[in-house]
Nanobody
Framework: QVQVVESGGGLVQTGDSLRLSCTIS????????MAWFRQAPGQGRDAVAA????????YYADSVTGRFTISKDDAKNTMYLQMNNLKPEDTAVYYC?????????????????????WGQGTQVTVSS
């Protein structure tokens, strides 16, 4: 069974930056399409960014386009979310999600039902 470790969350001020990491054990990491979701109190879980297996295709929610960058490093078994110019509305628990895909599949998956595997979540709080 794979182990998923998320890190990088914290309490920051408006305009600050954070980098979230999601490290997954095992040898299957290069085969994963992945995403970051977030859930604010009382709200649903929404996709923030997603990345294809090979990293060549990405998706960003309108609210984070231009501020957040998703990437994955197969050599380190780690996916990242670089978050710049953070705003109070970015406050949420952030979850990494992943799924196995076939070789040469460049799909990005934007909804939570597409992901059978999830991290434990990391809290991001942005004060005004």
């Amino acid at each position: 069974q794979v182990q998923v470790v998320e890190s990088g969350g914290g309490l920051v001020q408006t305009g600050d930056s954070l980098r979230l990491s999601c490290t997954i054990s095992g040898r299957a990491f290069p085969n994963y399409a992945m995403a970051w979701f977030r859930q604010a109190p009382g709200q649903g879980r929404d996709a923030v960014a997603a990345i294809s297996r090979g990293g060549g295709n990405t998706y960003y929610a309108d609210s984070v386009t231009g501020r957040f960058t998703i990437s994955k490093d197969d050599a380190k078994n780690t996916m990242y979310l670089q978050m710049n110019n953070l705003k109070p509305e970015d406050t949420a628990v952030y979850y990494c999600a992943f799924r196995m895909v076939s070789p040469f599949d460049g799909s990005v998956f934007k909804t939570d039902v597409n992901y059978p595997n999830w991290g434990q979540g990391t809290q991001v709080t942005v004060s005004s």
